[in-house]
């Protein structure tokens, strides 16, 4: 089962695709820790991405695809995985759908974990960042054990800059510019649910696992 979840920022992907990868025994991939994981071990294509982002210019996509299909030689996937954050755009999609291809695979489910603008800023109003291992907290849904402390590696938590009321904002402005046309392609091909990510994260994620169930 090949899962892409998609969704604005604060819908809860990464929660929802670690979660989800945990109780369907598959695989949870995310492009930004294929990146650093690329980066922390020195492969060739990290080298190219670190020159990059030294430089404080985003990595393009076609460097990120190339890291996509190499993770996606490893064995672990052979029974599917969970997408989380990939494809943001309609060539993205095109170029998931050619490096599936390749390898005699396609995407079988996409879900969009629908959010309001009003409980995704107070989401990302209350975020904490582990500055170690990038978990992630809420002040009041999900608070860390010892305050300001990841629970995982005790490392120390952080406030992004930009999750404030404005930037958010105007991030979810550009995301549904975005998303259109991808909502639109996955739509036509007849992949694309939609859920109400506003609800509790144990009632999504159940919704989730009962859609993988019944499309498999």
């Given at each position: ?14 929660t ?6 945990v ?8 492009t ?18 670190k ?18 299909d190499?993770?996606?030689n ?125 609800l ?5 994620l ?5 859609l ?5």
């Amino acid at each position: 089962m090949y899962i892409v979840l998609l969704g604005p920022p604060g819908a809860g992907k990464g929660t929802q695709s670690k979660n989800l990868a945990v109780k369907l025994g598959l695989p949870h991939i995310s492009t930004g820790d294929i990146l650093r994981q690329n980066v922390k071990d020195g492969t060739e294509l990290g080298k190219q991405a670190k020159g990059i982002m030294d430089k404080g210019l985003l990595v393009p996509d076609e460097l990120v695809a190339k890291m996509l299909d190499e993770r996606f030689n490893n064995p672990d996937i052979k029974k599917g995985f969970i997408l989380d954050g990939y494809p943001r755009t309609l060539p993205q999609a095109g170029t998931l759908d050619q490096i599936m291809a390749s390898k005699g695979l396609s995407v079988d489910l996409v879900v969009y974990l629908d959010s309001s603008d009003k409980v995704i800023i107070e989401r990302l109003g209350g975020r904490l960042v582990c500055s170690k291992c990038g978990a992630l907290y809420h002040v009041t849904n999900m608070p860390p054990k010892a305050k300001d402390l990841c629970d995982k590696c005790q490392g120390a938590l952080y406030q992004r800059s930009d999750d404030n009321e404005v930037t958010v904002s105007k991030r979810l402005e550009v995301y549904k510019k975005e998303v259109a046309s991808l909502i639109e392609y996955y739509t036509k091909a007849k992949k694309l649910y939609r859920l109400n990510a506003d609800l509790e994260a144990g009632v999504v994620l159940n919704q989730i696992t009962d859609l993988a169930h019944k499309v498999k």
